[in-house]
């Protein structure tokens, strides 16, 4: 039995809003932190003096890579040091890499500031899992859940739009002091209202020895290695998605004002199929329902190579709706995904998570920067990158499948 539930079994306290309102702030200031800033990269990329929009995709690529491995970190020392004293960390962390943001005259101290970033909110998203964890299991935890990501969703649906808002009025810091300012009203709400979650006699001592032991009890598990690489993949081809959108809508289609609109109209293709994941799964089953999506995943990307190969970009509503579709398979995916890789591996459940998390993102982030070099004046490498990552996923899924089977009826013979 895991140290939270012995809680549990003592006090199930009932949801109340302001709780599910604070964890969800907290795993949601790291979607504002990298959407809001979408309509801004081209100001900040003359601000420190690079004109490539290969090398713009950097400012929201290494926040992922801050955030992978930040999570190795947080999550172990706030089982030796309490859920509270790592959020105040991680707010320290973002504050400095922050200033260094607003202070960057090149696109490396950026690009350091990004990745300081990246690690100081992987804090939040981290623990305020933990958090809920400790507080709460069964239904009341998924019902929790499911309002922080119906809250979650809401974000990249109007983050970009309030970017441009505040772009239009000031400037592109701007945005980073609004940042600042949100951790910092965040920080103290969290620091009046929300109680210490880990009791004294659960602490687990933080050692080398605990990651070693964890990541050697993992590759017992094939399905676990093998989910934790499509997550890599798939992350990764959504990420050249996430870090070129404003390239393509804004530079190669010239849809500035639009591009906000655009952004949320794809960000609730895939809330929308996360819902319908969570319905759908009971019935189907996460195995056959994530397999399914990523086939209908890969596809739709080689469809759109195969229409539009050695052609200009076709009208932005075909773009869209490839994309739309696209990314509705997605929610259908990643939960899944996880949750398969974390299905064997429950007794190591939060070292399982960081390391899972943390492979998975230094998988995506590479698989992001090689894809992005190439998009200058289509949209076509976008595409012929999620359907290599999509068929890739494929492979490894069925792959990994028979060998599972194989080794079930060896070992039942």
């Known amino acids: 039995m895991q140290k939270s539930e012995h809680h549990n079994l003592t006090s199930e306290p009932k949801p109340n809003f302001e709780f599910i309102a604070l964890m969800a702030s907290l795993m949601s200031i790291v979607a504002l932190a990298i959407d809001t800033l979408l309509p801004a990269i081209p100001d900040i990329g003359r601000t420190v003096n690079s004109f490539d929009p290969a090398e713009h995709q950097l400012f ?25 004293p790592m959020v105040y960390a991680g707010f320290i962390v973002f504050a400095i890499a922050s200033a260094i943001c607003l202070a960057a005259s090149s696109l490396e101290v950026m690009v350091v500031g990004r990745v300081l970033q990246g690690i100081g909110l992987s804090a939040h998203r981290t623990i305020a899992i933990s958090i809920i964890r400790d507080s709460y299991k069964g239904d009341y935890m998924a019902r929790i859940m499911s309002f922080i990501t119906a809250f979650f969703i809401l974000v990249p649906v109007v983050a970009p739009a309030i970017g441009k808002f505040i772009l239009e009025l000031f400037n592109w810091q701007t945005i980073f002091y609004v940042h600042l300012g949100l951790a910092i009203l965040l920080w103290i709400w969290f620091w009046k209202r929300q109680p210490e979650t880990l009791h004294p006699e659960y602490k687990i001592k933080f050692s080398l020895k605990s990651f070693v032991s964890g990541t050697k009890e993992m590759l017992k598990y094939p399905e676990t290695v093998a989910l934790t690489f499509v997550s890599g993949l798939i992350t990764g081809a959504f990420l050249v998605y996430l870090s070129s959108a404003q390239h393509i809508f804004e530079d190669q289609y010239q849809m500035r ?27 189907y089953g996460m195995r056959k329902l994530s397999l399914t999506a990523t086939i209908a995943f890969s596809s739709i990307a080689l469809i759109y190579v195969i229409l539009f190969w050695n052609s200009p970009n076709p009208s932005v509503i075909i773009l869209v709706a490839f994309l739309f579709f696209q990314f509705f398979c997605l929610g259908f995916m990643w939960g899944n995904f996880r949750s398969i890789a974390m299905e064997p591996i429950g007794h190591i459940a939060g070292i399982g998570a960081a390391i899972n998390g943390f492979v998975s993102t230094m998988i995506s982030v590479p698989i992001a920067s090689l894809i992005g070099a190439f998009l200058k004046n289509t949209a076509l490498p976008l595409f012929a990158g999620l359907a290599i990552c999509g068929f890739l996923a494929v492979s490894i899924i069925v792959v990994t499948r028979r060998f599972t089977r194989k080794a079930a009826v060896l070992q039942n013979s």
């Open 257 to 283: 004002d639009a591009f906000p609109f655009i952004f949320a109209g794809l960000a609730v293709s895939i809330g929308s199929s996360t819902f319908t994941n969570g319905t759908m799964v009971l019935r």
């Open 60 to 84: 929201v690529t290494m926040i992922f890579l801050g955030l992978g491995v930040g999570q190795l970190f947080f999550g172990p020392l706030s089982d030796q040091y309490g859920r509270k």
